[in-house]
């Protein structure tokens, strides 16, 4: 899987209970760790440079290519991308899961529900859940610097100032921020936004959060 650190660490719990080789394709600018924890639970871990979501080396294409290589030399089924950005699982265990478990917990009242996103799973999949039961509840992103989420919230266009056309950057921000925010719409964030999800409520706001 392609991490920035957080799932990683939890696929690789996971799989050393059920016997699983993990491989890890993370930043190499990621906190030393994240690293040292994944290596301890077991994780064989590949560490790439940053590079653009279109470019082949970026971590998640890197990861998607090494699952398909052990499979090409191992045998079909040899190993799986759990393919976390994309995924549709990880909307639907939030949606049925972590929903649910808030909504119980809180004695079936929440004012308002708030957290950023990386994958943007789990505030999609939580703000689906309790706007259904809940349709006065507010869900709002807190986005960090850097991050494209804030304006496709509050203004329906994925769009950062550090994408300014003269002040874009290989590396457009410098933030304490690790594995949250992002620049580009997922499959499981979109499912949270009404104007990708057929109209139904869920993510609703959004304010802006520097370091």
Known sequence: EGTSGSTGISLSLAAAARGYKVHIVMPDDQAAEKVQLLRR?????????????????HYVNVARRRAAEICEKE??????????????????????????????????????????????????????????????????????QGSSLYNKVARGVLYADEQAEQT??????????????????????????????????GVGEAVRVSD
Request: charge should be neutral; include cysteine.
């Open 41 to 57: 639970f077991g994780a064989h871990v590949e560490l790439v440079r940053p590079a653009s979501i279109s470019n082949p080396e």
């Open 168 to 201: 874009v950057r290989r590396h457009r921000t410098d933030t304490i921020a690790e594995g949250i925010g992002i620049d580009r719409l997922t499959a499981n964030f979109a499912r949270g936004l009404a104007a990708h999800n057929g109209g139904l409520a």
């Open 75 to 144: 045998g079909q089924g040899a190993a799986i991308f759990a393919d976390q950005f994309e995924n549709p699982a990880n909307f639907n265990a939030h949606y049925r899961g972590t929903g649910p478990e808030l909504w119980v917990q809180c004695g079936r009242k929440i004012d308002a529900f708030v957290m950023s996103a990386g994958t943007g799973g789990t505030i999609a999949g939580v703000a689906r859940y309790l706007r259904e039961v809940s349709p006065e509840t507010r869900v709002c992103l807190a986005d960090v």
